[in-house]
Nanobody, 124 residues
Framework: QVQLVESGGGLVQAGGSLRLSCLASGRTFGTLTAGWFRQAPGKEREFVAAVTWIDSSTDYASAVKGRFTISKTNALNTVILQMNSLKPEDTAVYYC?????????????????WGQGTQVTVSS
């Protein structure tokens, strides 16, 4: 099992930036794709971005494309989500997730491991 711990959430004004980090530990061998999801109050968890470990292929939700960037640091087992030009509608709990196939996916059920989440609040 892979353990995932997110950090970097907080409160920011609209137009500002935040950088989320996700540190993977435990049985990380075989973790081939990492993703970020978010869940706002009263809404379903939704896909934000994903990156494959082997070839760094990425995918983004249309709502964040051009504003958010996902990246990884192999040596540190860390996945980063750089969020720029934040909007109030980006307010949510953000979750890091991982799965064992080398293919980006937008489906919650495709991911095997999840972090505990970190709150991001964007004020208008």
């Amino acid at each position: 099992q892979v353990q995932l711990v997110e950090s970097g959430g907080g409160l920011v004004q609209a137009g500002g930036s935040l950088r989320l980090s996700c540190l993977a530990s435990g049985r990380t061998f075989g973790t081939l794709t990492a993703g970020w999801f978010r869940q706002a109050p009263g809404k379903e968890r939704e896909f934000v971005a994903a990156v494959t470990w082997i070839d760094s292929s990425t995918d983004y939700a249309s709502a964040v494309k051009g504003r958010f960037t996902i990246s990884k640091t192999n040596a540190l087992n860390t996945v980063i989500l750089q969020m720029n030009s934040l909007k109030p509608e980006d307010t949510a709990v953000y979750y890091c997730a991982a799965k064992r196939t080398n293919r980006v996916s937008r489906l919650v059920n495709d991911y095997d491991s999840w972090g505990q989440g970190t709150q991001v609040t964007v004020s208008s």
